[in-house]
């Protein structure tokens, strides 16, 4: 009985450490990732994903497919 609390607390708290991995840092790994598995293959620089600024931007300007 004593333990319902405290195992409340550590459910809030793991639930709100979810909420801190925002969509730019899933971007940035992701674009992370496929830079190192382009180190030593024939593709051209800059030949991979934009930066997240640049995303953001072609992604608010491109019209909303429903």
Do not use: F, H, W
């Not at 991995?21 to 994903?49: C, D, F, M």
Request: charged fraction near 25%; aromatic fraction near 6%; proline fraction near 8%.
């Amino acid at each position: 009985m004593r333990y319902k609390p405290l195992i409340a607390l550590t459910l809030l708290t793991g639930l709100t450490g979810c909420g801190l991995t925002s969509s730019q840092a899933v971007y940035e790994g992701i674009r992370a990732q496929e830079k190192a598995n382009a180190v030593g293959t024939n593709a051209p620089p800059n030949q991979g994903l934009p930066r997240y600024d640049q995303y953001e931007k072609e992604r608010s300007t491109r019209p909303e497919i429903r």
